[in-house]
Every structure is written in C-alpha cells, then in structure tokens.
C-alpha cells in the first residue's frame, strides 16, 4: 500500500506488543506513534532506556513487525525491496563480523547491494575517509575500539549512498571527541542532502543536532515537533543575570525581583523570575551605579522538558521487553 | 548473486574459525591412527583403515556441520550482525540460502581434505582402491547436506546450545530409524502408525552409509545410488523451505 510520499517516514498508529515469559505475557513496547519526518531533514527520536525507540526503528528496518498499525518510507509500505535500497541502517551497539577487515567488511555490504569492482573500491575508500578510518583499512574489525566499531558501523550504513540514514543510538558509548565526530559526520549528512532519523537518549546532542524532535515515553508519543518550539513552550522564561559591585542597599531593592542570588565576592548571579522584571532590575542596579556583566534569558534544554515530561506521565512501572 | 556473496563471507568465517582447524587435525591424526591400530590386528588391516577412515570422515564431519552450522543463524542473531543485513535490499530466505551454501561449501573443501588424507593412508599401505570409496564419500557429503540443513532450521528459532542438542539428537536417532520400523511391526495397528509417522518423519541417515558395502567389497546399483542422492535432496529442501518459512516470521530482537 502507498500513502503520501511527502514524509520519507510516516507511521500511523503503529504499535508492537511482544509476549514475554513463559505464559507470554503481553508487554506493550510501541503504543500507537504516529511519525512524520521530511526530506532533508535531522529528525531525533528521543526517550529513556527501554521507551520503544529501538522497536520502532526495528519496525520501520522490517526487523521486527508492527502488531498493529502501519508505516511507510518514501511512501511505500514496509519491507520492499526498492526502499530498502534507499535507506542505510547503523544498529544499536553494533556487533559486526569481527573475522572480516574493514575493507573486506564495506566489500561485503556493498555486494548486497550489487556493487563490485572499481567503483565499489572507490567508495570504499570514499567512506573510509570520511568517517576517519583509511588508516585502519587491512585492520580485523576484532581489533577496533568502541568508536572505531561505530564508525565503520556508520560506513557501513552509507555504502549504497541512502537517501535516508537510520542511526540507532550513534553516539552511546563513545568519548566526547568519539561524540563530536559523530556529530560532525551527521551535520555533513544533511548538508549533502540526505534524511537523518537517528535515536539517542543524549538530549543535548538532539538540541544540536536535529530540526525536529519526537520524544517517546513507555511507548506513547509524549511530544514531537521543531526543537526551538519545544524549548519555547517548555520554557519558564527566567532571566540571568550577572552584576559587579552591586551595594547592599541596591540588593534589597533587588531581591523581590529575584528567584535565586548567588554571591562570589563582588560579583553575582541574580537569576529573575520572568522576563517582566528586567526593566525594574536594570533600573536598580543603573541606580546604584553597579555594573552589569551579562544578561541571558534562559531558554530551557530538552532535557527540562523531557525530565517534566517523565514526571508528568509516571505510571505504576512495567516490564519492558 | 546476493546468495553467493553471503555464501562467500560465511565461507570465509568458518576458513577464520580455529574450531574448524582443531576438528580437521583431529579427523586427519584419526585417519592416521588407523594404520597404527590395523597393526594390532590379525590379516584384516585394509578394512579397518577403511572402516576407521571412513568412520572418521563421517564423524567429524558432522561435527563440523552441527558446531559450525549452528552458529550460522542463531549466532548472527545473538550478536546482532543479522540487524545491518535484514535492513539491506536482502529477502530473508537469501540470508538463509546464503548461510547454507557458505557452510556447504565449507563442509565439500573439508570432506575433500579428509578425503585425500584417507586415500594417502590407503596408498601408503598399498590398500587397493575401488570406485565404491568414492560412492561411499558421495554419500557421506550428501548426509552432511541434510544434516546442515537441520541445523540450519533449529537455529531460525531456538539458541545456539539448544540447536546443537536437538542436531546431535537428529543424527544419531536418524542412523537408527530403521529401528523404529521394526519395532512398530509388533506392535498394534495404533502404535505403527505412530512409529511409521516418525519413521517418515525423521531423516533416515543409515541409507547415506555405504562403508559396509567399501569394506566387504559390496556392489551398489546406480538407480539405487540416484534414489538415496535424490532422497538426500528433497529431505534437505522441504527442511530448508521449512526454515525460511519460520525466518519469515521471525521478529529479531
């Protein structure tokens, strides 16, 4: 079946109950997510360990299938062919055939994909370069690190030039230079052109990163939209500010204004409690000829937001599969 | 062509796999032994090389089809690697063929070794070689087809361990399911249809032995040879279109 092929992902109402344990138990881990993500677009899909981030991108990889529910990548129903060429998909804490060499590897996935020869050579060389790892081509894949694993992973996912690149938690696991590479590599990504939907529980790299967000909780879709929209809406709009040489006397006056004063010698950080109050606040501290250092309205993180968002919706806990 | 490709990298797997080096040494220094052990007998040592020869190719051989084999699926699914080749333009049921033909081929280069470390034992001793060696060899390669194959279809839905269990089982039920026939021939008409059924049911291994016929320098017709390879055959497709159907369903997680 085909649908609107404006998304290059869409799923509606699409859900997975696995059966656990002996007696099969019935365990909801996607409940209903409904997901749209555009061409040319970062999409991060965010949540807690255990949320159903890994089974919905499984679903939509045709690794596992929905229960109910359905979705479709550049429109076309799951598991055909011809999107599947489309597409690139970096695992979870990949495991890979570690008897293989990096070069052996690429050969290896490009050959699903009919590629042979010369040109198949080149790319290779191409993505070993890009993702930093030419050094490392006659190399047995048992020998990487962590983050050299991750980035042949990501190679690998890019070896048929997809027009999507799916990235199941790229950046868990890998030290902060490990992070920023990856980071990098995603920013290139959507500068070529290309869609990224990739999972993380890392919320700061998503407010980097992504233009739009999703954020799922125990399966359930608990926000979805543009991160600035998001962080707008989240926000409590306070306000920080940093002031030299404020006297005693002009600290009274300020202290009704404020949420939170903290000393360090002649300096302080005043933090407003809204946005109404800067007039009134820089009006005190011009009075009593104090200097102002900065002044920055504090936007809110995702992590705010996503933290608000798990306190909102705590339910009695279940097991997840 | 994507079947070959994965049935390329699953040679070169088991080519990197020291288990299957360390049950080749083993088979070879049997093979070896042999000779050694024909000497403590009386007049008949050119069957005993042959039965011991023969005996060991057949052994170790499914050795390697059961522990090599088993690691084919259940293993690509417990390591995750099967994750990145599902998401790829690749049917399930190629994955599978893939696997099979990789170890196949595996299993055809390591028969022939064996098979030329048994037939330098047989020269080395002046021990005549007749064309049923290589009927007989035949025939141990199609038995490890079909017990590949059985592998290959516990692993799509139970663990590697279990897989290995339940492939051992088969193969030394399978060499005795000429017994079952018998048995149900006394029993009433319930308890043979039952035993008939499993009969049926189960590959009967013993029909792949020919090292009786090597070693008593017995005759097999070729319409008989073409029915046991044909047998072969179809036990081997209906279990692997068996195990594409449960890959099919399978939810990998």
């Known amino acids: 079946m085909t649908t609107n092929s404006e998304f290059v992902v869409q799923t509606e109402q699409l859900s997975k109950t696995f059966r656990v344990g002996f007696w099969g138990k019935k365990v909801t881990a996607v409940d209903g997510i409904n997901l749209e993500v555009r061409p040319g677009e970062v999409f991060g899909f965010l949540g807690p360990n255990g949320a159903g981030k890994t089974t919905t991108l499984k679903m939509l990889m045709g690794l596992i299938y929905p229960t109910s529910g359905q979705a479709w990548l550049f429109g076309r129903g799951l598991g055909d062919p011809q999107t599947k060429a489309r597409l690139g998909f970096l695992p979870e804490s990949p495991y890979f055939y570690d008897y293989l060499t990096s070069r052996e590897f690429l050969g290896f996935y490009g050959h699903l994909f009919g590629l042979w020869g010369a040109g198949l050579d080149k790319r290779i060389d191409e993505l070993l370069d890009l993702v930093g790892m030419t050094h490392a081509k006659d190399l047995q894949l048992r020998k990487f690190s962590k983050g050299m694993l991750q980035r042949v992973g990501i190679a690998q996912a890019l070896i048929n030039d997809p027009e999507l690149v799916v990235l199941d938690e790229p950046m868990s696991g890998l030290d902060p230079i490990g992070r920023k590479e990856v980071r990098d590599l995603i920013l290139r990504l959507k500068e070529s052109g290309k869609t990224v939907l990739f999972s993380s529980h890392i919320l700061h790299d998503a407010e980097v990163l992504c233009d739009r967000v999703a954020m799922i909780l125990k399966g359930r879709l608990v926000a979805c939209g543009r991160v600035n929209d998001l962080l707008d809406q989240g926000a409590n709009h306070q306000v920080e500010l940093v002031v030299d040489r404020l006297t005693p006397e002009g600290l009274d006056h300020l202290r009704p204004l404020t949420d939170k004063v903290v000393m360090q010698g002649d300096r302080m950080l005043v933090v407003l409690k809204s946005q109404q109050q800067v007039g009134g606040a820089l009006e005190i501290i011009r009075a009593a000829k104090a200097s102002l250092v900065s002044l920055n309205p504090q936007k809110g993180s995702l992590e705010d937001l996503f933290i608000r968002e798990v306190e909102g919706h705590r339910r009695p806990p279940e097991d997840r599969a | ?253």
């Open chain 2, 1 to 253: 062509m994507k079947i070959l490709s994965i049935a390329l990298n699953t040679f070169r797997e088991n080519l990197r796999d020291k288990l299957l080096y360390n049950l080749l040494v083993f088979a070879l220094l049997m093979i070896g032994s042999s000779v050694v052990l024909s000497r403590l007998t009386l007049g008949e040592f050119h069957r005993l090389i042959l039965d011991i020869g023969l005996g060991s190719i057949n052994f170790f051989g499914v050795l390697i089809a059961i522990f090599v084999g088993i690691g084919l699926v259940s293993k690509e699914i417990e390591k995750k690697t099967i994750y990145t080749i599902v998401s790829k333009p690749v049917a399930r049921y190629q994955f599978l063929l893939g696997k099979y033909l990789g170890l196949t081929i595996t299993l055809f280069v390591n028969t022939v070794v064996m098979a030329l470390g048994l037939l330098l034992v047989l020269y080395a001793q002046g021990v005549p070689v007749e064309g049923m060696l290589f009927k007989a060899l035949a025939l141990i390669f199609v038995e490890f087809m079909v017990i590949t194959a059985v592998a290959l279809l516990f692993s799509t839905f139970t663990s590697a361990t279990l897989s290995a269990i339940f492939t051992l089982a088969m193969y030394v039920i399978g060499h005795l399911t000429a017994d079952l026939k018998v048995f149900g021939a006394k029993m009433d008409d319930l308890s043979r249809g039952i035993l008939d059924g499993i009969y049926y049911l189960l590959p009967n291994l013993e029909r792949f032995n020919l090292k009786g016929h090597v070693v008593h320098h017995l005759e097999v017709s070729g319409s008989d040879l073409t029915l046991i390879v044909a047998y072969g055959a179809t036990y081997t497709a209906v279990v692997l279109f068996t195990a594409s159907l449960i890959f099919h369903r399978r939810d990998f997680r």
